[in-house]
């Protein structure tokens, strides 16, 4: 990889790792030595990711579960072994779909639990088990996967933008309490990325209009790729990065700016 991230002898949780933005970051934190165990909801998502990475030449081995399921999260956690690196990328963005958005007098606390409990709860599930090893052993990274949405808000997304703000805010907070025990605790929040679940956006003709009105808010007039938050959460996970926690770091295209 050219660089030296010092991941060998690491192991990494990578959860909702079966496709997407969380298997590239699985990919990548392989590439670089760490031994990556790769979540997902789907039993043969994460199977498959974690074969591709073995075929790539990485260490990887799958271990599916729901994140929302606060006791599976902390028996399967539990017993994997060692956790030295979470990173928190499970989440949702639409209840029936990508890009389903509603004003938020239009729903109701059913359609919000989808968002709190995989984005907010299933951060909070993951980091309540694999934590304690981290505060034990001395040393630790959490990362999660936020949004700019989290960030800056968006009109018929108040739900997942709360639940992504949270998650935040969260994390923020566990950075405080185990910095001292050489763990650190970080966000990256994202933009419109380009995805297996959002493929059809990006493919289908009849869809150019809309293409062209969410990419027109992106300074870099093209959406992200999974190798574009990969590299970010690597360094984080990184030892080089102790000096590095509680802090959202935007990978957006320049969506949104951030001081």
């Not at 933005?21 to 039993?43: F, H, K, Q, S």
């Not at 030892?239 to 295209?253: E, L, S």
Request: proline letters at 5%.
């Amino acid at each position: 990889m050219g660089i030296d991230f010092e991941l060998e002898g690491k192991r990494a949780l990578v959860t909702g790792a079966g496709q997407g933005v969380g298997e590239g970051i699985a990919r990548m934190l392989a590439a670089a030595g760490a031994e990556v165990v790769v979540n997902d909801y789907v039993p043969e998502r994460a199977e498959a990711a974690a074969g591709r990475i073995r075929e790539a030449g990485g260490a990887a081995t799958a271990l599916p579960f729901d994140v929302t399921d606060h006791d599976q999260v902390h028996e399967r956690i539990g017993g994997a072994g060692p956790i030295d690196i979470l990173v928190n990328n499970a989440g949702n963005a639409g209840v029936a779909g990508f890009g389903e958005t509603a004003p938020f007098v239009d729903t109701t606390p059913d359609q919000w639990e989808p968002y709190l409990a995989v984005n907010l709860y299933g951060v909070m599930n993951c980091v309540h088990a694999a934590l304690p090893g981290m505060v034990e052993r001395g040393w630790g990274r959490v990362v999660t996967i936020v949004s700019d949405a989290g960030r800056t808000g968006g009109a018929g997304t108040a739900a997942y933008a709360a639940a992504k703000a949270g998650a935040a805010a969260f994390c923020r907070a566990v950075a405080q309490e185990v910095g001292r025990h050489g763990v650190t605790v970080n966000n990256v929040s994202l933009g419109t990325m380009r995805t297996p679940v959002t493929e059809d956006l990006w493919r289908d003709p009849d869809k150019e209009d809309l293409r062209k009105v969410i990419l027109s808010g992106y300074v870099v007039r093209r959406p992200g790729e999974p190798a574009d938050a990969a590299w970010i959460v690597t360094a984080l996970a990184s030892p080089r990065a102790g000096w590095v926690t509680g802090q959202t770091i935007p990978v957006n295209g320049g969506f949104s700016f951030a001081l």
